[in-house]
């Protein structure tokens, strides 16, 4: 798996032809999605199927979105896939306390674990979610069930909501967290706005349910000409000099500045 991770595509996981087909999408990461995607009657065939595929490693990074734990799915999702030997990460739908996180962790002590923030109270507990157990990768946001919980009508109202998630995962030493997915499998232009505005306020890289998405998102958070040859000064300049520093061009180069070109750089190897 790449070191930034940009794209993450939901299959269903009561589709094998889909998941199928989506192991070869491109998708930096897959998730098989055993939660909203599948219907309560097939949930059961879902999980076997999921199982029956991490029996071994997939070419491609496989994530599982398994049930809320308040389910009658969730616990049985994480017993049967847990000890799976193709199994890259648990994604835990509604969670809104650590202490959920450290429960899925002692049952799961392999797997890399991801929550998923979607209500009003697990936005209020990110940072404290975020820092619950050394197995816990990432944090994102659910939208589609936040935006419900909160009756927010207009997409600006999920800012502070996003901001808050992206302060958390940086404050707790986790990566960047992706954006949650464009519902519109056919407004790429929008996708593409919507990436960008995600991009401006720290997310990296994007969920997608649909193929068609992947190639917007990667596009849209590839660093640009300009931005790749701005972060091989800042490292050159770095190279010479290990303290803080002023640029010709007025910029100011300290260590969290060098970290950040870094990281643009090594997203370049991308392009």
Known sequence: MTAYPLTWLYAPGDRPQVVAKALTSGADIVVVDLEDAVASDRKDYARAATAELLAHAPAVPVHVRVNALDSPWGER?????????GLSGLRLAKITSPAEVAHVARRATRADLY???E???AVEQAYVIA??????RGIALGEADLRADLGVRDDTGLDWPRSRVVVAARAAGLPPP???????????DGLAASCAHGRALGFLGRAAIHPRQLPVIE????????????AETVLKAAATDHGAQALPDGRFVDAAVVTAAQRTLSLARRR
């Open 119 to 121: 209500t009003a109270l």
């Open 131 to 136: 820092c619950s157990h050394p197995n816990l």
């Open 178 to 188: 992706p954006q949650s997915v464009h519902p519109d499998t056919r407004d790429l």
């Open 219 to 230: 596009r849209a958070y590839l660093p640009s000409e300009a931005e790749i040859e701005r």
């Open 77 to 85: 999702d994480i017993a049967a896939l847990a000890p799976s030997a």
């Open 115 to 117: 929550a998923l923030l």
